[in-house]
């Protein structure tokens, strides 16, 4: 096989991995020997063994010599685990094929220049796209210490999320719903606004016939104002935190709901930008907003988003007093507008979805 295909095995075993291994990034390493592939393994969960050292182990003897295709650069720092740079020195490899650098700053480059000062021929960049696309929630996290922000939307095919009464079950189909829950799985935690939960009391939990984890439920709610019988407060599915402002007495809230984290803002109103610091601290590495619409104007006026994902069903509501897809005010003029660009299109069911970026300035 070419070293192409050797990367996309490693890249096939760090994509299986992706939403288990936060905070760490996923991982994938496969080890060649004349010809046979002597070893392979995906970092599985922060804390365990790095996606090498399992390769390498597989590899025994085998590694003496043999090409290792990784999909990240081999970190060179003690962390939970020993550096994989030095491991792969004290097994003598021959050849380190990596697809992408990483940006963590405490390992950038580190463990390349180390293979190289040992004398291993070190290749980077094959496959990198891929590479950077697998753990771009984690890069973007190390480099702003937030968490990459998906806005997830489901709407009509003019562009409503709900009925004036505020009705939205269901807009999208079975197949689309699945595949919001596949994100919800790969998810550090996910968003919606208090409106959200008083009309749809929602559970916001991962439910695939496979399984697969829960994300935090994080609910924006300023006044602490929440229905106290809502799934979320009460079903202990998953944890929840409810971020409100200053000037509410949360006490009785929290003496009421011990289980509940409570994200007290130092200002009345919620900041995102500074939520989103907080929730850096917090490690949340990954945030699928759910909305409402008023959660989406708010990320969408403050650029504060990364990707779109909007889901579109055949339907159409009608009425300008329908929920539209993203609240807040309207700009001025068209040009006040963002700018995405579409990265992708595709229909699930009978809706289809479409993946959008923000365009860097
Ligand atoms: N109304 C629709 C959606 N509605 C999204 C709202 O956030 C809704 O409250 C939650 O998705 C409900 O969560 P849970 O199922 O209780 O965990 N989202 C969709 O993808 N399609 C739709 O038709
Ligand atoms: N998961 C992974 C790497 N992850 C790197 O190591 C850091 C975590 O180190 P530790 O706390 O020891 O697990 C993480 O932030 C990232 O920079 N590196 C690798 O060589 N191979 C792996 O499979
Ligand atoms: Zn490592």
């Not at 060649?32 to 804390?47: N, Y």
């Not at 003690?78 to 940006?103: F, M, S």
């Not at 210490?145 to 806005?151: E, G, H, Q, S």
């Not at 009785?252 to 994200?263: E, Q, R």
């Amino acid at each position: 096989m070419t070293k192409e295909e050797y990367m996309n095995i490693a890249l096939t075993l760090a994509k299986s991995t992706i939403g288990q291994t936060s905070p760490n990034p996923s991982v994938g390493a496969v080890v060649v020997k004349d010809g046979r592939i002597v070893g392979m393994g995906s970092h599985l969960r922060a804390g365990l063994a790095h996606a090498e050292v399992i390769a390498i182990e597989q590899a025994g003897d085998d590694a003496i010599g043999a090409d290792v295709y990784v999909t990240l650069e081999p970190c060179s720092h003690h962390g939970k685990t020993p550096p994989c740079a030095d491991l792969l020195i004290e097994h003598q490899v021959k050849r380190v094929y990596i697809a992408c650098v990483d940006p963590n700053p405490s390992v950038a480059g580190e463990g390349i220049k180390k293979l190289k000062q040992a004398g291993i021929e070190v290749e980077v960049g094959i496959r990198e796209a891929e590479a950077l696309a697998i753990n771009k929630s984690f890069f973007f996290y190390m480099q702003h210490k937030r968490p990459y922000v998906t806005l997830k939307a489901a709407m009509t095919l003019d562009g409503k999320t709900a009925t004036k009464t505020g009705d939205s079950k269901w807009i999208t189909g079975e197949a689309a719903r699945k595949d919001v829950h596949k994100q919800r799985a790969i998810h550090d935690a996910i968003m919606v606004g208090v409106n959200t939960v008083q009309q749809d009391n929602p559970q916001l939990t991962t439910r695939l016939p496979q399984g697969g984890k829960n994300p935090i439920r994080i609910i924006l709610d300023t006044q602490l104002s929440i229905n106290q019988a809502s799934n979320v407060l009460q079903d202990k599915e998953a944890p929840t935190w409810i971020v409100c402002g200053s000037k509410v007495n949360v006490e009785a809230f929290a003496n009421a709901f011990p289980h509940i984290t409570v994200l007290q803002q130092s200002t009345p109103t919620i900041r995102l930008p500074e939520l989103l610091d907080k929730l850096g601290e917090l490690d949340i590495q990954s945030l699928y907003v759910e909305g409402g619409s008023t959660v989406h104007g708010s990320f969408v006026k403050e650029n504060l988003f990364q990707a779109c994902h909007w889901y579109i069903a055949p339907t159409l509501l009608g009425g300008i007093d329908a929920k539209t897809v993203v609240g807040g005010r309207s700009p001025e003029n068209m040009i006040d507008a963002t700018q995405l660009t579409i990265a992708s299109m595709e229909q699930i069911g009978s809706d289809i979805k479409v993946i959008a970026y923000p365009k860097q300035e």
